[in-house]
Structure formats: C-alpha cells, structure tokens
C-alpha cells in the first residue's frame, strides 16, 4: 500500500496499475517501457496540464464534437489508467470505443473489453476485426469495420507513430495524447494534447460540456505551433527551474 501522504502518490499509483495490468495480461510487458518514457516527460511538465495542452485538449472537443463518427481507440495502457473516464467520454462525446492494440492477442482483447465492461462500458468493438489499417503488416493492422475502419475522427491516445500516421493516409482526423512533444505520433496527427492520459481525458470530457464556437476553434487550429508551445514551455521551465 502506498500511503496518500506519499509526495509522489499519483505517479506511484500510475505505476501500480500499470504493474498489476502487466499481471492481469491487460497490458504488454512493452507498455512498461512506454510508461517509463511518458513519465519523464511528465517529469518536465511538472506532472500538471500545461496551458498549450489545455488548448489542445479544447480542439480535441471540437472534433469530436464536429465528428459524424468518432472512434476512440483503447489500449492496454489506457484502459487501465484512464478507462473508466475513456468510457464516460465516450458517452459525453456520443463517440464509439474500440479496443486496438499494437501487440493484438485476441485474448489480450478479449480480456479489455470485459474489463472496459466492468467499469460500466457498452458496446465496446474491438473482438471483430473485420478490416485493416492499410501499409499495416497483419496484427498491426488489424481493426473494426464499424469502429476506426469507418470513422472521420479517431482518438487514440498513446499510439505508435507508424499506426498514426497510416490512419492520417486514410484521411481520418487524428487526435493523440501523447506526453512526448517530439515523437512521431505527435507530429503526425491533427490534435496533440501532451498531457498525462489521466488529465487530459477528463479535460477533454470536461471542455465539451462548455460553449464554444467549435467550427472557429477547428477553423483556427494549428499544431505545429500548440508542439512550439510546448516545447517552450518545457525550455523555460527548465532554464529557470532554481529561479522559480
Ligand atoms: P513514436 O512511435 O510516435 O515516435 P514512441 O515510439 O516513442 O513514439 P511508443 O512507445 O510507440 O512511443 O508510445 C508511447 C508514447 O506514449 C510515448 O511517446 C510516451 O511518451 C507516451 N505515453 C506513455 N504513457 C503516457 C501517459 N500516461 N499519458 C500520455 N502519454 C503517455
Ligand atoms: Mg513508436
């Protein structure tokens, strides 16, 4: 048991969940590794949403919001730190769930699935796997014809560059959360929250129970800079971290 009072309790029960999902074959001994990188990088966020992410996590809303068919794509990582507020957001947004996973098992799938039931999802796809992702090798290509086959907009947080950016060739709108402003998934979709999972989900649920002019926010998007930003962001705190 990690006490409460521990200063690094979020980031030490993060660490925990990730550990017991490796145990309970929801998430791949690789996810570990993927964990590790994403904590550093919230190490130098200073482990809170950062102005540009808030910014993100708005457009997030808006093409969700705008989407005839969204899709937000669950991994193993995901479900277990943010899967219950995948599921709400899911609702809020009127949006689709799919399990998809870079390392598939249909029993790895399986097993999401009942877990994402368990914590009050519906209809959750994923098991069918009757399409593919083009420029994908087998597994990895792997998807739900009624799920992000057929979506405008898909949300897949944590997710490996490559399977990004097939998604973008298929024309799709991608939005990621991704702590790593350099990485490949980052660059390549149309909306980078950088932002812990676990913040930036319910934000994103959160944002879309405001009023925006949401075809402005769209309209008026830029990636590239909200990337700039963050990148700022992190340099200023860094060269003036005994400062501050
Ligand atoms: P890419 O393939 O996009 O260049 P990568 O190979 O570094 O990136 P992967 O291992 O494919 O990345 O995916 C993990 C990514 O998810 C990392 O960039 C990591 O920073 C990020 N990440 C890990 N845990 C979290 C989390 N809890 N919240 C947000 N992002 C996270
Ligand atoms: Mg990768």
């Known amino acids: ?9 979020e980031s030490l029960m993060m660490r925990e969940k990730i550990s017991e999902g490796v145990k309970k074959g929801l998430v791949h001994e ?14 130098l966020l200073g482990e809170k949403t950062i102005p540009p992410a808030d910014n993100a996590a708005v457009a997030a809303a808006a093409y969700l919001k705008k989407a005839k068919n969204a899709v937000i794509s669950v991994n193993g990582n995901a479900a277990v730190l943010s899967g219950r507020e995948c599921i709400e957001l899911a609702e809020t947004a009127n949006a689709k769930i799919e399990v998809n996973l870079f390392h598939r098992t249909e029993e790895r799938v399986k097993k999401l ?17 009757d ?8 597994d990895r290509g792997k998807c739900s014809r009624e ?9 897949v947080p944590l997710e490996d560059g490559d399977r990004c950016e097939a998604l973008k060739k298929m024309g799709k709108r991608v939005v990621t959360v991704d702590l790593n402003p350099l990485s490949r998934t980052a660059r390549a979709a149309d909306v980078t929250i950088v932002d812990n999972v676990v ?16 075809d402005k926010i769209i309209q008026n998007w830029d990636n590239r800079k909200c ?8 340099s200023r705190r860094l060269s003036s971290f005994y400062e501050l």
């Not at 990337?227 to 992190?234: F, G």
Request: hydrophobic share 40%; charged share 25%.
């Open 113 to 129: 699935i009942k877990f994402l039931e368990e914590a009050g999802g519906v209809d959750i796809l994923g098991r069918e796997a």
């Open 147 to 155: 799920g992000i086959y057929s979506a405008d907009v898909v949300l």
């Open 199 to 214: 913040r930036a989900i319910p934000n994103i649920t959160k944002h879309l129970h405001e009023k925006h002019d949401w």
């Open 131 to 138: 399409a593919r992702i083009p420029g994908l090798e087998h």
């Open 1 to 9: 048991m990690i006490p409460k009072s521990h200063p690094r309790y």
């Open 30 to 43: 690789t996810g570990m590794i993927a964990h590790g990188r994403g904590e550093a990088f919230d190490y």
């Open 227 to 234: 990337l700039q930003d963050c990148m700022e962001y992190i």
